[in-house]
């Protein structure tokens, strides 16, 4: 049985993503961590604006309603123009707002993501960082997980071809497994 329930925010809509197979990779891998991965989709959900705070659009309140029943948030990030890509930004708008109803406040959570650069997604995990310290989520700091892309690294159902990796993706997702236990231990 996993030890915890982990909501994961793949960043990117692309049908060939390819940290949709880093995702896969780590939904794989994730019970070797005690872990349990399930996805939270961002791809129906409208641009945010504050009208929407006095009737929340159903798939609004169902994201919000899922970050606040898990254990703990994961999110797999593309960089895009050295930022975050717009939808993950707008998943964490919608899950901070109404005002006072932060869905993030006191949450567990983690940032990996991969690109074919070579400080794969450096940057735009910083900025999810930024934005999640603000939202009060306890954010894994160590290790950090920059995975630089190269075609047949991982396949389209999340088989991962070098064992370096594999192994290194286990040690984050075990490290994630130790922060979720002892944040949620410091809030009882
Ligand atoms: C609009 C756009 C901006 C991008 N900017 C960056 C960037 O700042 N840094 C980077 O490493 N790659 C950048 N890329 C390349 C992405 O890393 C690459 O397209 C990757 O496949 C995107 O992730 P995904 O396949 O999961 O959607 C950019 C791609 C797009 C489409």
């Not at 650069?117 to 794969?120: D, F, L, Q, T, Y």
């Given at each position: 049985m996993p030890e915890f329930t982990v909501r994961t925010i793949v960043g990117s809509l692309s049908e060939k993503s390819i940290n949709r197979k880093l995702f896969r990779a780590l939904d794989r891998l994730a019970p070797e961590a005690g872990l349990q991965l399930v996805e939270l989709p961002i791809?129906?959900?409208?641009?945010?604006?504050?009208?929407?705070?006095a009737d929340y659009p159903e798939v609004a309140t169902q994201l919000k309603n899922d970050v606040e029943a898990a254990d703990a948030v994961l999110i797999v990030t593309p960089e895009y123009n050295r930022s975050m890509p717009a939808g993950v930004k707008n998943a964490l708008d919608w899950a901070s707002?109404?005002?006072?109803?932060?869905?993030?406040?006191g949450k567990p959570a983690a940032v990996i993501g991969t690109s074919p650069?070579?400080?794969?997604t450096a940057i735009a995990q910083n900025h999810v960082r930024g934005v999640l310290a603000f939202l009060a989520a306890p954010t894994l700091?160590?290790?950090e997980a920059y995975i630089q892309d190269r075609p047949?690294?991982?396949?389209?159902?999340?088989?991962?071809?070098?064992e370096s990796t594999r192994a290194f993706l286990v040690q984050y997702l075990t490290a994630f497994r130790e922060h979720i236990a002892k944040t949620l231990r410091a809030e009882r």
């Open positions: 791809k129906d959900l409208p641009l945010y604006n504050h009208d929407f705070d707002r109404p005002w006072g109803t932060n869905s993030f406040d650069g070579a400080i794969g700091a160590q290790p047949g690294l991982i396949d389209d159902e999340g088989e991962i071809a070098d």
